[in-house]
């Protein structure tokens, strides 16, 4: 691209190449692509920690409290291996009640799901669509953690609700 004399020609380079590839997937491949690139950003628990750039960290603080934590947290510590499976673990979780309404909203009340979590769904959705469509990591999500576990408990409420006027 640096060898291209100017703007135009590397802007048109570009669009050639993205449609070369693009037709070489075909639009089945390219579906299977996003699908397997969904996963991948999706899946991590750890949201992709010490998988990018330096591990080789100096560390100021040598207290026992701290190099206990750094154990637990850090790769190649004694407890890191329980901490990024309970990490997956509770992600999936996660991950799993944010999806279940969209499963089961045909058979769902009227009331169950309203403005309160349409907009942060769509805006969740959004997310991840922008994200597969570009540069994709696990990294981008954790900014928007908040609002996953929100869904995620108000998913939580819903079937108490539903479960309160069942029993009545």
Do not use: C
């Not at 060898?3 to 570009?14: F, H, I, K, T």
């Not at 805006?123 to 900014?143: D, H, N, P, S, W």
């Not at 928007?144 to 869904?151: D, E, F, K, Q, T």
């Amino acid at each position: 691209m640096t060898a291209l004399p100017d703007r135009q020609s590397r802007v048109e380079y570009a669009r050639n190449d993205i449609w070369q590839q693009l037709s070489e997937y075909g639009v089945f491949g390219y579906a299977d692509f996003l699908l397997k690139k969904m996963v991948w950003i999706l899946s991590d628990g750890t949201f992709y920690a010490y998988g990018e750039g330096n591990t080789q960290l100096e560390f100021y603080h040598h207290d026992p409290l701290s190099q206990w934590i750094r154990q637990f947290l850090y790769v190649g510590g004694w407890g890191y291996g329980g901490y990024s499976n309970m990490a997956q673990a509770v992600w999936l979780a996660v991950l799993l009640l944010v999806a279940l309404p969209v499963a089961r909203l045909r058979n769902a009340r009227r009331n169950s799901f309203g403005f309160t979590t349409l907009v942060p769904r769509l805006m969740l959705t959004g997310l991840v669509i922008f994200i597969l469509l570009f540069e994709g990591r696990a990294r981008y999500l954790f900014l928007y953690v908040p609002v996953i576990i929100g869904l995620g408990l108000y998913t939580l409420k819903i079937f108490e609700a539903d479960e309160a006027s069942r029993v009545k």
